[in-house]
């Protein structure tokens, strides 16, 4: 093989590579689907990335090349948990479940410890198993656990999504509230002098110091030092403001 040939193929390969375990950060809903993580038969794993958000699972899950999906190393129970802190409005999950007598799982739903969702779900199948979606509206949770799983070798999960909280868009320029540097203001997201707020919105693009944000405090007494208690902000000092307290 040609080198020049050879180099487009490694380009195709790192293409391949990174189309399989990139991870889209749009805001909205994201699925994951086990059988595309790249996962061999019978890896171990406890741990994902959805839209950015790393989900910590426990115990761990071992991908099954056989029904394509992940399932249980020990019995019962799976929790996936955000790792970060984060908290979902919104979590689906696809299941297979191969018994054939009567089972039941139960949907729990968590926010910093406190259990604020549990549902029962029965999920026999009488005929041949096929893919179950399971979807849940919550708000502002952190970890969803699924327990009563009586026979982990005959259960599957095929794939999870989470959908981050909806942040605001009050100025309706494509960047939510709580990363848009003007936030009631469509703007750019430039930020010439890198005081956090977009040039759309900023006082002075030559002083970082200056913002709609800077601290003016009161000075009653005229000895150019202003009282910490009360203070405004504004772009320009206000008369009988001053910039130290």
Not at 45 to 58: K, M, T, V
Not at 131 to 142: K, M, P, R, T, Y
Not at 208 to 232: E, K
Request: charged share 20%.
């Amino acid at each position: 093989m040609k080198r020049s040939s050879l180099g487009k193929l490694q380009i195709l390969v790192v293409f391949l590579f990174l189309s399989l375990f990139s991870q889209s950060n749009i805001y909205g809903q994201t699925q994951v689907r086990f059988d595309q993580l790249g996962f061999s038969h019978s890896e171990t794993f406890n741990s994902i990335l959805i839209d950015g958000y790393p989900i910590n699972i426990s115990p761990d899950l071992y991908y099954d090349s056989n029904h394509n999906g992940a399932r249980l190393t020990s019995p019962s129970t799976v929790s996936f948990k955000i790792g970060d802190g984060s908290n979902i409005d919104f979590v689906s999950f696809n299941y297979k479940n191969d018994e054939t007598s009567i089972s039941f799982i139960n949907i729990k739903a968590f926010r910093d410890g406190i259990e604020l969702f549990n549902q029962t779900q029965n999920t026999t199948q009488l005929a041949t198993p096929t893919q179950v979606a399971l979807s849940f509206e919550f708000q502002n949770i952190d970890e969803l656990v699924i327990t009563g799983i009586t026979n982990p070798s005959r259960f599957s999960l095929e794939a999870l999504e989470i959908k981050p909280p909806t942040v605001p868009d009050s100025d309706a320029d494509g960047f939510p509230d709580d990363i848009d540097l003007c936030p009631d203001t469509p703007s750019s997201q430039a930020d010439t002098d890198a005081d956090g707020y977009g040039d759309e919105c900023d006082c002075e693009l030559a002083n970082a110091a200056i913002n709609p944000g800077t601290i003016w405090y009161a000075d009653a007494d005229g000895d150019g030092f202003g009282n910490p208690d009360q203070t405004t902000t504004s772009c320009t000092q206000p008369s009988g403001f001053v910039s130290d307290a």
